[in-house]
Antibody, heavy 129, light 110 residues
Framework: EVQLVESGGGLVQPGGSLRLSCAAS???????????MHWVRQAPGRGLEYVSG????????YYGDSVKGTVTISRDNSRNTLYLQMGSLRPDDTAVYYC???????????????????WGQGTLVTVPS | QSVLTQPPSVSEAPRQRVTISCSGS????????VNWYQQLPGKPPKLLIY???LLPSGVSDRFSGSKSGSSASLAISGLRSEDEADYYC???????????FGGGTKLTVL
């Protein structure tokens, strides 16, 4: 069974930094290194917001408008782990951060259509005002 | 304001049918597939519909999706109380070079 377990969330003061991790396991057929991965967040009582995504090799990275310049996504395929380095944190960064797997893509063309097929339980980041 | 526009809420009686719209533009839905996610209260989102109208294994065929031009729709027939949830559409956006979500629609089964 696919498992995505986020960690690293917590209470951080405005202007502070945090690194989130996502440990992936249970991938069958193809290993972690063959899947694009993403972070999606959800502020309390609000909708889903795309944060960031990374290609299989880590060569291509994508960022949502609201976090550009303040977060960096990375991955360690040898450890089956996805990361999100967050800096200059503000109260409106308060949210549950979900680690998300994108469905398998055999070529680069499908990355812009392939669904997010597995979601972790999320880790809460709180930045007080 | 979300790039993809959904109604904030819809409601319908049990056993009836409801549709949820998702409106975008040529840079997102008009060019790429739409995926739908269901989020039950207190749970992470779950994939509901992919590539506009395909059902993942295990998802009831009471759910269906469609796309026309720059808009998409999710339909749920034979409504049950357990369908009460938030529903989100999503698509890639070429102008933003990122995935975008709709604002979400809260479904209430009366």
């Amino acid at each position: 069974e696919v498992q995505l377990v986020e960690s690293g969330g917590g209470l951080v003061q405005p202007g502070g930094s945090l690194r989130l991790s996502c440990a992936a396991s249970g991938f069958t057929g193809f290993p972690f290194s063959r899947y694009a991965m993403h972070w999606v967040r959800q502020a309390p009582g609000r909708g889903l917001e795309y944060v960031s995504g990374i290609s299989t090799s880590g060569d291509n990275k994508y960022y949502g408008d609201s976090v550009k310049g303040t977060v960096t996504i990375s991955r360690d395929n040898s450890r089956n782990t996805l990361y999100l380095q967050m800096g200059s944190l503000r109260p409106d960064d308060t949210a549950v951060y979900y680690c998300v797997r994108q469905g398998f893509c055999a070529n680069t063309n499908c990355y812009k259509s392939r669904e997010f097929d597995y979601w972790g339980q999320g880790t809460l980041v709180t930045v007080p005002s | 304001q979300s790039v993809l526009t959904q109604p904030p809420s819809v409601s319908e009686a049990p056993r009836q049918r409801v549709t949820i719209s998702c409106s975008g533009s040529s840079s997102n839905i008009g060019s790429y597939a739409v995926n739908w996610y269901q989020q039950l209260p207190g749970k992470p989102p779950k994939l509901l519909i992919y590539y506009n109208d395909l059902l993942p294994s295990g998802v009831s065929d009471r759910f269906s999706g469609s796309k026309s031009g720059s808009s998409a729709s999710l339909a749920i027939s034979g409504l049950r109380s357990e369908d009460e949830a938030d529903y989100y559409c999503a698509a890639w956006d070429d102008r933003l070079n990122a995935w975008v979500f709709g604002g979400g629609t809260k479904l209430t089964v009366l």
